[in-house]
Nanobody
Framework: QLQLVESGGGLVPPGGSLRLSCIATGERLDYYAIGWFRQVPGKEREGVSY????????AYADSVKGRFTISRDDAAHTMYLQMDNLKAEDTGLYFCAVRAWVGTFDGSLWEHWGQGTQVTVSS
């Protein structure tokens, strides 16, 4: 059974950087879309970025374009989210997720989720 475990969250000042990692066990990621979502208490879960398999073009939410970079290493069963120039509004619980084939910002369509890693941007 596919399981996902995130790491890399933490406390960082505005303008700082973090890199989130998500390791998959149980299945290979080669034919899965990978994605990152975030949630703040009292708000709906927000799609941050995703990329479909086999050379898919990454997609980013407008709020993170130019600052975040999603990547995948299928051989290592790992996905990443590089977050630069972080802002206070990026604070939240970040989740990695996978679904078969095509990515989407609709979180209800993703099949497997990690447990989340907290990112706090504050001075």
């Amino acid at each position: 059974q596919l399981q996902l475990v995130e790491s890399g969250g933490g406390l960082v000042p505005p303008g700082g950087s973090l890199r989130l990692s998500c390791i998959a066990t149980g299945e290979r990621l080669d034919y899965y879309a990978i994605g990152w979502f975030r949630q703040v208490p009292g708000k709906e879960r927000e799609g941050v970025s995703y990329v479909s398999p086999l050379g898919g073009v990454p997609a980013y939410a407008d709020s993170v374009k130019g600052r975040f970079t999603i990547s995948r290493d299928d051989a290592a069963h790992t996905m990443y989210l590089q977050m630069d120039n972080l802002k206070a509004e990026d604070t939240g619980l970040y989740f990695c997720a996978v679904r078969a084939w095509v990515g989407t910002f609709d979180g209800s369509l993703w099949e497997h989720w990690g447990q989340g890693t907290q990112v706090t941007v504050s001075s």
